[in-house]
């Protein structure tokens, strides 16, 4: 069965400084990974995903993520967090055929201080 | 283009109360999915349809039940609302339902069973 642990329920960073949100999964076969993003009462956006392809892969607003099977990670990075970064942000794994075998992790907030 | 859109955004239900939570998206999407999400625990998967006239339980389908008579629409239906039912509830959407497909969420609907 597929898992998803997001290692810090709350992440504080200063603006302009690295942002590193935590992921590892477990997974039977080869999967998908995703970061979703959630802004304060807003809907969840895709921010990235990794599909077998290149192992490092960039999304939207400056944020990327790599991939290592080894260490069954797939960890969220940005250079230089800005205010509007602050959100709630979701590791998933998908492995099956279906998207019913989305699994979410719990989530992480960022918080981003002046 | 809409996405995926959802009505009522909140909703407050005395307890034994029904309502209909309804989704449409206007992508042409096969798949659709709603999730709850509670505080601290990522989303959880109710029901998911692959097409118009399939649906099919998810991890926590127990008090609602779903069906899916045009591709478009994929309205939640709570019967005999309980205080557990308290969440945020997404719908989503995908074309292909794989692995590889992201999902597209609606804004959310907040309910407030009392």
């Known amino acids: 069965a597929q898992s998803v642990t997001q290692l810090d329920s709350h992440v504080s960073v200063s603006e302009g400084t690295p942002v590193l949100l935590r992921c590892n999964y477990s997974?039977?076969?080869?999967?998908?990974l995703f970061w979703y993003v959630q802004h304060p009462n807003k809907g969840l956006q895709l921010l990235l995903k990794?599909?077998?392809?290149?192992?490092l892969v960039k999304g939207i607003n400056g944020f990327e993520a790599e991939f290592k099977k080894s260490e069954t990670s797939f960890h969220l990075t940005k250079p230089s967090a800005h205010m509007s970064d602050a959100a709630e942000y979701f590791c998933v794994v998908s492995e099956g055929n279906y998207g019913q075998n989305f699994v979410f992790g719990p989530g992480t907030r960022l918080s981003v201080l002046p | 283009n809409a996405g995926v859109t959802q009505t009522p955004k909140f909703r407050i239900l005395k307890i034994g109360q029904s309502m209909t939570l309804q989704c449409a998206q206007d992508m042409n999407h096969n798949y659709m999915y709603w999730y709850r999400q509670d505080p601290g625990m990522g989303l959880k998967l109710i029901y998911y349809s692959v097409g118009a006239g399939i649906t099919d339980k998810g991890e926590v389908p127990n008090g609602y039940n779903v069906s899916r008579s045009t591709t478009e629409d994929f309205p939640l239906r709570l019967e005999l609302a309980a205080p557990s039912q308290t969440s945020v509830y997404f719908c989503?959407?995908?074309?292909?339902?794989?692995?590889?497909?992201?999902?597209?969420f609606g804004p959310g609907t907040r309910l407030t069973v009392l």
């Open positions: 990794y599909t077998s392809a290149a192992t």
């Open positions: 997974s039977s076969y080869s999967p998908s």
């Open positions: 989503a959407s995908s074309s292909r339902g794989g692995r590889l497909d992201e999902q597209f």
